[in-house]
């Protein structure tokens, strides 16, 4: 079975600083993906980063960078120069090939100080 | 990229009624996804709702309460059914890109049940 585990329920950061939401998950699946999306508080759901099991790099995605380690499972996500619209839900979510459907960790909400 | 309108966007209902929320796509997919977003919470994964065959639904999900249909390639319909105040969610529909890195999603529709 898939399950996706994010322990921060809540993060602060400065207004362009960087910031790291944690990611761990746990599959049986040898090829698999990793996704991230944004919540904003208008409820609609915006795709950020994805990264494949097999990709040998880390995916990146303008400000959005994924920390990818495949041998503790986990699938951070690092936004750098953090903006007051980055302010939102994160959610991050596994896809397994053996189950073809995307299954969603709790989530983190990210606020940005000014 | 796949655009996805759903219909209603939101919704206020009574008891015991039915809703039927319905999702088009402006091309086509082989499956679609239903997903639930209950207030504060993650998403969870109702169903997955192929062309010419019935969902498949998660665990804790039923036909009799939320009945699918999938005529074509490009729509699909999940009816709420016999509703009571914890129905009370966003339901988003959600595709699969032609690359598998991207899932797209609806806006969604509000349900609130009085």
């Known amino acids: 079975a898939q399950k996706i585990t994010q322990t921060q329920p809540g993060m602060f950061v400065q207004e362009k600083e960087a910031v790291t939401l944690d990611c761990t998950y746990d599959?049986?699946?040898?090829?698999?993906?990793l996704f991230w999306y944004k919540q904003p508080s208008s409820g609609e759901m915006i795709f950020l980063i994805y990264?494949?099991?097999?990709?040998?790099q880390n995916a990146t995605e303008g400000r959005y960078s994924l920390n990818f380690q495949k041998a503790r499972k986990s699938a951070n996500l690092v936004i750098s120069a953090s903006q007051l619209g980055d302010s939102a839900m994160y959610f991050c979510a596994n896809e397994g090939t053996s189950y073809d459907k995307v299954i969603f960790g709790p989530g983190t909400s990210l606020s940005v100080i000014p | 990229s796949a655009v996805i309108s759903q219909k209603p966007s939101r919704d206020i209902c009574q008891r015991g009624t039915s809703l039927t929320i319905q999702c088009q796509v402006d091309?086509?997919?082989?499956?679609m996804f239903w997903y639930r977003q209950q207030p504060g919470q993650s998403l969870t994964l109702i169903a997955t709702?192929?062309?010419?065959?019935?969902?498949?639904?998660e665990s804790g999900f039923v036909i009799d309460k939320f009945p699918i249909s999938r005529p074509n390639l490009t729509f699909s319909t999940l009816t709420v059914s016999n509703m009571s105040p914890e129905d009370s969610s966003i339901y988003l529909c959600?595709?699969?890109?032609?690359?598998?890195?991207?899932?797209?999603f609806g806006p969604g529709t509000r349900l609130l049940v009085l």
């Open positions: 959600s595709v699969e890109g032609a690359k598998r890195e991207t899932q797209y």
């Open positions: 599959t049986s699946d040898q090829s698999y993906g």
């Open positions: 990264q494949g099991s097999y990709d040998e």
């Open positions: 709702a192929n062309q010419g065959s019935e969902a498949t639904y």
């Open positions: 091309s086509q997919v082989t499956m």
